[in-house]
């Protein structure tokens, strides 16, 4: 038998205005607390664990309900030459949502990317780096950029991304400021702070007055290589 003219009828207004009935018949009116599965902020692609170290994912903590259950596992994860994700192990089990931070000690892997999971399968921070040797803090350098401009005798800000920064990181070691010479190589021309907490993201400091004005300023920090952009030091 065919469907009466009735129930056609019925089917075509419901399909015209299908989202309309959806929204006004709302699920999310049942009083029933899902659990919450935060989106990961750090680890970035940028981060490198160390081994034996402690090291810790980040979510945002505003957006987090006060009344969020505990959040049941951080898990580690590799990728298989296949390109499946490979689970190596829980970096952590039922902790606070709230804080939006859960730290730990990185555990003995072989070297390598690896990523981590939160929560929910599929809720995955990018791959990153964990290795065994601790590197020196050079942190990315955020400012000075290449439209910065120092004019002489004003205080101003170095400052770097703290994002990946572990807790008992060691302190950087140097802030530096350089300019390109004639010849094309680095040239030191002051200490700009030494034994710097990477946690404080930032030194600052007066631009002498005696710098010659020119456009080839950049700044080390940490390590050497790790360097600002060329920037402007001006009258
Ligand atoms: C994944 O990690 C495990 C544990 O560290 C390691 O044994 C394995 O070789 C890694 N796999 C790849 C493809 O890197």
């Given at each position: 038998?065919?469907?009466?003219?009735?129930?056609?009828?019925?089917v075509?207004?419901?399909?015209?205005?299908?989202?309309?009935?959806?929204?006004?018949?709302?699920v999310?009116?049942?009083?029933?607390?899902?659990?919450y599965y935060?989106?990961?902020?750090?680890p970035?692609?940028?981060?490198?664990?160390?081994?034996?170290?402690?090291?810790?994912?980040?979510?945002?903590?505003?957006?987090?309900?006060?009344?969020?259950?505990?959040?049941?596992?951080?898990?580690?994860?590799?990728?298989?030459?296949?390109?499946?994700?490979?689970?190596?192990?829980?970096?952590?089990?039922?902790?606070?949502?709230?804080?939006?931070?859960?730290?730990?000690?990185?555990?003995?892997?072989?070297?390598?990317?690896?990523?981590?999971?939160?929560?929910?399968?599929?809720?995955?921070?990018?791959?990153?780096?964990?290795?065994?040797?601790?590197?020196?803090?050079a942190?990315?350098?955020?400012?000075?950029?290449?439209?910065?401009?120092?004019?002489?005798?004003?205080?101003?800000?170095?400052?770097?991304?703290?994002?990946?920064?572990?807790?008992?990181?060691?302190?950087?070691?140097?802030?530096?400021?350089?300019?390109?010479?004639?010849?094309?190589?680095?040239?030191?021309?002051?200490?700009?702070?030494?034994?710097?907490?990477?946690?404080?993201?930032?030194?600052?400091?007066?631009?002498?007055?005696?710098?010659?004005?020119?456009?080839?300023?950049?700044?080390?920090?940490?390590?050497?290589?790790?360097?600002?952009?060329?920037?402007?030091?001006?009258?």
């Open positions: 038998m065919f469907p009466s003219f009735d129930i056609i009828l019925a075509a207004a419901l399909s015209s205005k299908g989202l309309q009935l959806v929204s006004a018949n709302p999310a009116e049942v009083e029933k607390r899902a659990p935060p989106a990961i902020t750090s970035t692609a940028a981060a490198y664990w160390t081994i034996d170290h402690q090291a810790y994912v980040t979510w945002d903590a505003s957006l987090v309900p006060t009344d969020a259950d505990p959040i049941p596992w951080v898990q580690l994860y590799n990728t298989t030459d296949y390109g499946s994700a490979n689970y190596v192990t829980t970096l952590a089990s039922s902790f606070p949502a709230q804080p939006g931070k859960v730290t730990f000690t990185v555990p003995e892997v072989v070297p390598g990317s690896y990523f981590v999971m939160l929560g929910e399968w599929g809720q995955s921070s990018p791959h990153f780096t964990i290795g065994a040797i601790d590197i020196p803090s942190p990315h350098i955020e400012s000075p950029n290449t439209n910065t401009v120092w004019q002489l005798g004003t205080q101003q800000d170095v400052t770097w991304d703290t994002s990946n920064i572990r807790e008992d990181a060691e302190n950087i070691a140097f802030v530096d400021l350089y300019k390109t010479s004639s010849y094309g190589s680095a040239e030191f021309v002051l200490e700009i702070a030494v034994n710097i907490p990477p946690q404080q993201g930032s030194v600052s400091f007066t631009v002498p007055e005696d710098l010659t004005p020119e456009d080839d300023y950049f700044v080390m920090v940490g390590i050497w290589g790790n360097s600002s952009p060329h920037f402007t030091i001006s009258q």
